[in-house]
Nanobody
Framework: QVQLVESGGGLVQAGDSLRLSCVASGRTDGSNAMGWFRQAPGKERQFVAVISWSGSGTSYADSVKGRFTISRDNAKNTVYLQMNSLKSEDTAIYYC??????????????WGQGIQVTVSS
């Protein structure tokens, strides 16, 4: 079992920045990728970004490319999502997950509880 806990969300103005963190605990000895997804009210869960175990591979949704950066620190079992130039459409609950290097949520085995990010315009 792996437990994931997100932090760093909140209410910000459009154009501001936020950094989300996700700490993993439990059986973290695998070489899994880590991903971020988000879900806005009334919408399906959406892929945001993923990073490989080594950190050398990353992939982003087109909607966040150039604004968001995913990174990880394996010594701290932590993955980060730096979000810059936030827009109102970034408002959602953000989830971190661990699994295969993929943009499909079905390829992830463990999920955090989610954290709210609200961007006011």
């Amino acid at each position: 079992q792996v437990q994931l806990v997100e932090s760093g969300g909140g209410l910000v103005q459009a154009g501001d920045s936020l950094r989300l963190s996700c700490v993993a605990s439990g059986r973290t000895d695998g070489s899994n990728a880590m991903g971020w997804f988000r879900q806005a009210p009334g919408k399906e869960r959406q892929f945001v970004a993923v990073i490989s175990w080594s950190g050398s591979g990353t992939s982003y949704a087109d909607s966040v490319k150039g604004r968001f950066t995913i990174s990880r620190d394996n010594a701290k079992n932590t993955v980060y999502l730096q979000m810059n130039s936030l827009k109102s459409e970034d408002t959602a609950i953000y989830y971190c997950a661990t699994g295969r290097f993929s943009s499909r949520w079905a390829n992830y085995d463990y999920w955090g509880q989610g954290i709210q990010v609200t961007v006011s315009s």
